[in-house]
């Protein structure tokens, strides 16, 4: 594949046109992006301080990001990585710059860590769902069995997107085996996840027939986490009083009635062993 600039790979990417139109005229003098760069390559939070020190910097690193993407191009190519992966993956960038536009309605990115992970070579994109290498921070401990810290596993992540058909979600699960084994020479034993799709609420919240619910039983639950991503991601914003929330679809409405009556909706924790798991080879 030709080599190609950064906004063509925006273009490519279907990043917003406001997005596109801006980074056409937005000029990175090479001894900031040099600067910059160092920082990103010493720390994540490094590169956000000084970051957000320059002017734009919504847009700016946005403007960055594509332009370091080409570094993972160019990796992707010497490692023999599917193309479709690649743009698959960098999609993300997409993603989040919608949803800076949408809130803002300027052009720029959000989410600066979790594109960042692309970058590096630590998240992929297989199929339906996101994939990223860890070592358990902390034993998982299910009933009498035990899984220690250290164990490494596959962390999973659900973009937003296309139906989370049972379908999709088979084959990218055994898509990841096969990737992983190909260019990490790594067996793992566990997907593991940790996402408001596996809320235990859900099951008063879904009915059977649902993809989300679907999802959600394929894993065994360990624990949960109080933490509000359900809210932020039904709704599109957290609110003080759940009384404000809109109720534009069924989990909408059915959601924002389990909150006023009190509950929450937590994040849960779940694990797939790898060996219940079919590989699908891309």
Not at 131 to 147: K, M, P, R, W, Y
Request: glycine share 6%; hydrophobic share 40%.
């Amino acid at each position: 594949m030709s080599k190609m600039s950064p906004l063509q790979l925006g273009q490519k990417l279907n990043l917003p046109a406001v997005s596109i139109e801006a980074l056409k005229n937005f000029k990175v003098s090479e001894e900031t992006a040099a600067r910059l760069k160092a920082a990103f390559q010493s720390s994540q939070e490094e590169f956000e301080a000084e970051a957000r020190k320059e002017p734009e910097a919504d847009l700016l690193v946005l403007a960055l990001y594509l332009r370091w993407s080409m570094d993972a191009h160019f990796l992707y190519a010497i490692r023999g990585m599917s193309w479709d992966i690649f743009f698959d993956t960098f999609r993300d960038l997409t993603i989040w710059a919608n949803a800076f536009t949408e809130e803002t309605g300027r052009p720029g990115l959000k989410e600066w860590g979790w594109c960042g992970r692309a970058i590096r070579m630590q998240l992929f994109r297989l199929g339906r769902l996101q994939f990223q290498e860890e070592s358990l921070a902390s034993d998982i401990v299910l009933g009498d069995e035990t899984f220690p810290a250290g164990t490494k596993v596959l962390q999973v992540h659900i973009p937003a997107g296309e139906p989370l058909t049972p379908e999709a979600v088979e084959e990218s699960l055994g898509r990841a085996q096969s990737f992983f084994r190909t260019y990490y020479r790594q067996k793992y034993e566990l997907f593991c996840c940790r996402s408001w799709l596996l809320s235990p609420a859900l099951e008063e919240l879904l009915g059977e027939d649902s993809n989300i619910l679907q999802f959600k039983k394929r894993f065994e639950l360990y624990g949960t986490l109080p933490e509000r991503q359900a809210e932020e991601r039904v709704f599109g914003k957290l609110q003080a009083d759940p009384a404000c929330y809109p109720e534009d679809t069924s989990l909408q409405r059915s959601m924002k009635q389990y909150l006023m009556a009190g509950k929450q909706v937590d994040m849960g924790c779940g694990i797939i062993r790898c060996r219940n798991v079919e590989e699908v080879y891309s």
